[in-house]
C-alpha cells in the first residue's frame, strides 16, 4: 500500500470519528468541543501531509549500493516532486522513477543521456554523441571493473539513466529507456544520516 492511499485512509478514518463524535449525545458540550476540535486539527495536517506528498516532496530510502559513492545503503533522501514543473530535465540530474519493468517500484539513477543523444561507454568512460564526459563517469569507482556498452540513441520522451556504481546498478543498460513521464522527481536533499545530511549532486 502506498503512502498517499494510506494517508487517504486515515483522512477517510477521521471523517467517520468527526461524525460520530458530533452524533454522540451523553459527550458534554465542552468535551466534544474539545475532541473536534483535535480530530479538525489532525484531519488538516493529514490532507497537509497528502499534498506535500503528492505534488511537493517525498521522502525515500536507499536500499542498495547501486548509486555509491554519491548514496549510500541506509540513506534517506528528499525527492522534490515538483521540481520538473519548473525546470527541464537536466543530464546529470539523479532522479526518482518508476521501474520501467514493474512501474510499482521506484529507482534512483543518474540522467546520462537525453532525448537524441547517443550513448556509449567505452573502457567504463562515458560517450554523449561522440564526445566524453568525465563528469558523468564515477571518480572513484572500480578500476577494475570495465564497462563497454552501445552506442544507443535516446528516443523522444525517453532517458538513458545509470547508477554511479557501474559495475553494481541495474540501469538502462539492462532495461532499457526510461519514459520520461515515469519521473517522480529530482533528489535533493541527503537528511539520514546526520553524517551524510547535504546536497544531492
Not at 479538525?40 to 521522502?59: G, K, Y
Request: charged letters at 20%; aromatic letters at 10%; proline letters at 8%.
Amino acid at each position: 500500500m502506498s503512502i498517499p492511499v494510506l494517508i487517504l485512509l486515515v483522512a477517510a478514518g477521521l471523517v467517520v470519528l468527526r461524525f460520530a463524535v458530533r452524533e454522540f449525545v451523553l459527550l458534554s458540550p465542552a468535551l466534544r468541543r474539545a475532541i473536534l476540535e483535535t480530530v479538525d486539527a489532525a484531519l488538516f495536517a493529514v490532507v497537509l501531509a497528502f499534498f506535500i506528498i503528492t505534488f511537493v516532496v517525498q521522502a525515500f530510502f536507499i536500499p542498495s549500493g547501486s548509486m555509491e559513492p554519491t548514496l549510500q545503503v541506509g540513506d534517506r533522501i528528499l525527492v522534490a516532486k515538483f521540481y520538473y514543473r519548473l525546470a527541464p530535465i537536466q543530464r546529470g540530474d539523479v532522479i526518482v522513477f518508476r521501474y520501467p519493468l514493474n512501474p510499482g517500484k521506484d529507482f534512483v539513477k543518474r540522467v546520462v543521456g537525453l532525448p537524441g543523444d547517443r550513448v556509449e561507454l567505452r573502457r567504463g568512460v562515458v560517450y554523449i554523441n561522440g564526445k566524453p564526459r568525465p563528469d558523468l563517469t564515477p571518480a572513484d569507482g572500480d578500476p577494475a571493473c570495465i564497462q563497454d556498452y552501445g552506442p544507443k540513441t535516446v528516443t523522444p520522451g525517453h532517458l538513458f539513466v545509470l547508477g554511479d556504481n557501474r559495475c553494481n546498478s541495474e540501469d538502462s543498460r539492462f532495461f532499457g529507456l526510461v519514459p520520461a513521464r515515469n519521473v517522480v522527481g529530482r533528489a535533493l536533499v541527503i537528511y539520514w544520516p546526520p553524517h551524510r545530511i547535504g546536497l544531492v549532486r
